[in-house]
């Protein structure tokens, strides 16, 4: 889903961009009030996730492959305005390190796979925890749907660009039967990969999920004939000051061994978009990336010579720049929100 240079022409591209600029500095507001002590690391970690998912393409028609477009997923974690955010984050690392993703597409990309999956993928969770029983498997349930439909709203929102500002001459038709029908398989494999990762936190810290803030239903106890909450059985602040570091470790970890071992084995057809594109002959006026003499240009290092150790060098260097950047943009967000709310800002 990463769209190239030269997919679509510099004035849509442009507005894109205005449009992309404008949701990350709403998100950037917005994110104030989503982020605490608890969350802030986490969604650094969340966008090094994210990142290294990306890398694992999968198998989904014959010769196409697809990956991991994580808003809903960053959307259920973290909350969706940290999600456009964690999103963001990836794309500006992948197009401006590793030549994925054109530089002057970044607009168009940061609009389909930041903004539309997350908005379409988190209102859609929230409806339908609204509709189910309160409970963590109602939680991994409507993640689970919710990111298989933030995948085929991207490939519309793709197709509606594209409808606009492509630069070669296709049929609008052709173009989104093929991005959605493809689109709609590869949603599957983002709802699995969704649905499992976050089954997992909310298995072991359900208070970190924001997707699942208020849904716990209260212990009620009966005194004196009157049903009354019950005492809170939260964590002592040490405990949970060692979960959420474990935590954070386990998925630090985790997103280096994917990236950096597991993402040799992965699918190496085109995924959904630039099949498509081949096909349907929207590649024909691709421009050469800004980024491409990189050294990280393609997920390997320029100087490694065997494929292996330079796809699994370059993905941990990845993960590594992700979680700083996205750690030092989520620090300084909640540090300003901490700015907002204090004594002398509150005329306390």
């Known amino acids: 889903m990463h769209v190239p240079d030269g997919f679509i022409n510099a004035p849509v591209s442009a507005a894109t961009g205005v449009l992309a600029a404008g949701a990350v500095a709403v998100s950037l507001r917005g994110a104030r009030r989503e982020l605490?002590?608890?969350t802030a690391p986490l969604a650094g970690l969340v966008a090094?996730?994210?990142f290294a998912v990306q890398m694992l393409n999968f198998p989904v028609a014959a010769g196409t492959s697809g990956h991991l477009l994580g808003g809903a997923l960053a959307a259920i974690l973290v909350g969706p305005f940290t999600g456009v955010l964690c999103v963001s984050v990836v794309l500006l690392m992948q197009g401006i390190l590793f030549a994925d993703g054109g530089l002057t597409a970044l607009g168009v990309n940061i609009t389909d796979m930041a903004i539309v999956t997350t908005v379409v993928g988190y209102a859609v969770f929230?409806?339908?925890?609204?509709?189910?029983?309160?409970g963590?498997?109602?939680v991994t349930?409507?993640?689970f749907v919710a990111a298989l439909l933030s995948v085929p709203a991207a490939?519309?929102?793709f197709t509606l660009i594209y409808a606009v500002g492509g630069t070669t001459d296709v049929s609008i038709g052709k173009v989104a039967t093929a991005m959605i029908g493809v689109h709609v398989l590869i949603g599957i494999g983002e709802a699995a990969i969704t649905g499992l990762t976050v089954g997992a936190v909310i298995a072991v810290r359900p208070d970190l999920v924001y997707g699942a803030r208020g849904l716990e239903q209260k212990l009620k106890l009966r005194v004196n004939g009157e049903l009354v909450d019950a005492p809170s059985s939260r964590p002592a602040p040490v405990a949970a000051r060692a979960s959420r570091r474990t935590l954070w470790v386990t998925g630090l970890v985790t997103s280096l061994v994917l990236a950096g071992f597991v993402s040799f084995y992965a699918n190496a057809n085109p995924d959904g978009l630039m099949k498509v594109a081949q096909d349907q002959g929207i590649d024909k006026k691709t421009q050469k990336?800004?980024?491409?003499?990189?050294?990280?240009?393609?997920?390997g290092v320029k100087d490694i010579t065997d494929g292996r150790v330079s796809k699994g060098v370059a993905g941990l260097i990845g993960v590594g720049v992700t979680v700083v950047a996205g750690s030092t943009v989520f620090w300084a967000v909640r540090r300003r929100r901490g700015a907002d709310v204090s004594p002398a800002n509150t005329g306390l």
Do not use: T, W
Not at 126 to 134: A, D, T
Not at 289 to 298: E, F, I, K, Q, V
């Open 126 to 134: 929230r409806g339908l925890v609204k509709l189910l029983p309160r």
């Open 136 to 138: 963590r498997r109602s």
């Open 141 to 143: 349930a409507a993640s």
């Open 155 to 157: 490939a519309v929102a």
């Open 289 to 299: 990336h800004a980024s491409a003499g990189s050294p990280l240009a393609g997920y």
């Open 48 to 50: 090094a996730f994210i």
């Open 36 to 38: 605490d002590e608890r």
